[in-house]
């Protein structure tokens, strides 16, 4: 059984730490609020993508690809969500860890880190690609696919876990808060960049 989820273990890997919107809010977050608040919005994203997967695996995914115009409204508006939250974090106030007050600033809520996924292309990709290359030939569909989808939740969560860390000790090179605010700009043009990408996917 190891050895058939070997291909679909390294495929989730790499779905999961390459830098995309999802990877660059959970280090923004655990850069700008401290570790603490990233690990929900970790443990929020990497349970909605693998529901996403159970979702499209039993029947949703075959009705989404007869509808490309729904496929287009979802990505527009996608892209309209990672836009907003890019100018919210290039716009928020900035404070540097040589300031020992609260951090100021909208935190991501959990269910915006879930919800992301939904409106995210990528997410809707990966899942996609998971039902069609490593189900679509399984004697009992329903059961691989549940089995994916928790396979993928585990293997996502250390993978995020580690954007968050990598958030953490960026946070270290922020001393004052012109650094922080240097920050914060330079990951909601990297967030703005990944979410107007998926255009040229």
Known sequence: MLVDLLPFLLFAFVASITPGPTNLLVLSNSARFGLAAALPLVLAACAAAALLVLVVGLGVGDALAQQPQVQQLMA???IAWL???AW???????VGLDNAREQAGKRLSMAAAAGLQVVNPKTWM???AVVSVFAA???DKTSRVALLALVFFLVALPCL???AALGRG???FCH???QMQRFNRAMAALLLASAWASLLA
């Open 126 to 128: 990966m899942a996609l």
């Open 88 to 94: 919210q974090i290039f716009r928020s106030p900035a």
């Open 176 to 178: 004052s808060d012109a």
């Open 76 to 78: 527009w508006a996608g």
């Open 170 to 172: 960026l946070s270290q």
């Open 161 to 163: 876990g580690v954007w």
């Open 83 to 85: 836009s907003y939250l």
């Open 137 to 139: 030939h399984a004697a």
